[in-house]
């Protein structure tokens, strides 16, 4: 099973950007699905962003389409996270997470994935 490290999160002002990284440990990770997900005080878990083994498929919550892009090098066992135009409400702890059996039907479903990293802070101010 992969270990994921996340880095990247800081204080940004609306309108600008940050990327995040999650390196994984391990062999295998250019066989798992990857995923991004947030958790905001006293909000639940969600989902942002996921990418196939492949990279060939990317899912995104509907929010986030056109502020947000995900992408990995499986050569770096690194998957990242590129965010712009950063709005106040979108801070958050962000967690990458992965997943042996990401689908289509499933990407968004945090219990679907199989490890997690301990999540970085992103703090945007207005």
């Known amino acids: 099973q992969v270990q994921l490290v996340e880095s990247g999160g800081g204080l940004v002002q609306a309108g600008g950007s940050l990327r995040l990284s999650c390196a994984a440990s391990?062999?295998?990770?250019?066989?798992?699905?990857m995923g991004w997900f947030r958790q905001a005080p006293g909000k639940e878990r969600e989902f942002v962003a996921a990418i196939s083994w492949s990279a060939t498929t990317t899912y995104y919550q509907d929010s986030m389409k056109g502020r947000f892009t995900i992408s990995r090098d499986n050569a770096k066992n690194t998957v990242y996270l590129q965010m712009n135009s950063l709005k106040p409400e979108d801070t958050a702890v962000y967690y990458c997470?992965?997943?042996?059996?990401?689908?289509?039907?499933?990407?968004?479903?945090?219990?679907?994935?199989?490890?997690w990293g301990q999540g970085t802070q992103v703090t945007v101010s207005s």
């Open positions: 391990g062999r295998t990770f250019s066989s798992y699905g």
């Open positions: 997470a992965a997943s042996r059996s990401l689908s289509s039907t499933r990407y968004y479903i945090a219990s679907w994935y199989d490890a």
